[in-house]
Antibody, heavy 118, light 106 residues
Framework: DVQLVESGGGLVQPGGSLRLSCAAS????????MGWVRQAPGKGLEWVSY????????YYADSVKGRFTISRDNAENSLFLQMKSLRAEDTAVYYC???????????WGQGTLVTVSS | IQMTQSPSSLSASVGGRVTITCRAS??????LNWYQQRPGKVPRLLIY???LHHNGVPSRFSGSGSGTEFTLTISSLQPEDFATYYC?????????FGGGTKVDIK
């Protein structure tokens, strides 16, 4: 079975940094594009970032561009999101998603909560 | 590309028919996907490419549309269908979601 397990969330002060990880299993990780989607408490879904299967193509939402960096390690079946200069509005559950057909997200992790607060 | 869903919420009865609309601010062909999120749960893919069912999705869910206007229809609402539904465009980055439509029990 496909599994995506996020980790690395927590409480961080405004301006701080955090690195999220997503451990993938049950499929050939290197063959899939991946991404991150977030959801602020009580709010809707917000697309955050995309990375191609080899890591060569990367896109970001305008709201995180220049502050977040997506990366992957295909040898370790892992996806990452390095977040810096965090703001209160970045508070959300961050989902790791598998991209099956060109930004169609057929599998989602359970999510990891990031809280930005002093 | 902005994605606008309507209505933002609706009440319906078990067995009833529900239609949710999603409009794109520019043409996206059929690059439109629908997700369901039950309360406290992770979103799951229902429909992709405007009208194709993801694995295991019941046939009471159907999607249609192209260009800028799309609909998700639930033909006979079941108790497990009370949830929030999101559309998402996969035409071009940023791959935006609609604001969601919450379906609750009348």
């Amino acid at each position: 079975d496909v599994q995506l397990v996020e980790s690395g969330g927590g409480l961080v002060q405004p301006g701080g940094s955090l690195r999220l990880s997503c451990a993938a299993s049950g499929f050939t990780f290197s063959g899939y594009e991946m991404g991150w989607v977030r959801q602020a408490p009580g709010k809707g879904l917000e697309w955050v970032s995309y990375i191609g299967s080899s890591g060569s193509n990367i896109y970001y939402a305008d709201s995180v561009k220049g502050r977040f960096t997506i990366s992957r390690d295909n040898a370790e079946n892992s996806l990452f999101l390095q977040m810096k200069s965090l703001r209160a509005e970045d508070t959300a559950v961050y989902y790791c998603v598998r991209d099956s057909l060109g930004s169609v997200y057929d599998h989602w992790g359970q999510g990891t909560l990031v809280t930005v607060s002093s | 590309i902005q994605m606008t869903q309507s209505p933002s919420s609706l009440s319906a009865s078990v067995g009833g028919r529900v239609t949710i609309t999603c409009r794109a601010s520019q043409s996206i062909g059929n690059y439109l996907n629908w997700y369901q999120q039950r309360p406290g749960k992770v979103p799951r893919l229902l429909i992709y490419a405007a009208s194709l069912h993801h694995n295991g999705v019941p046939s009471r869910f159907s999607g249609s549309g192209s260009g800028t206007e799309f609909t998700l229809t639930i033909s006979s609402l079941q108790p497990e269908d009370f949830a929030t539904y999101y559309c998402q465009q996969s035409h071009s980055s940023p791959f935006t979601f609609g604001g969601g439509t919450k379906v609750d029990i009348k």
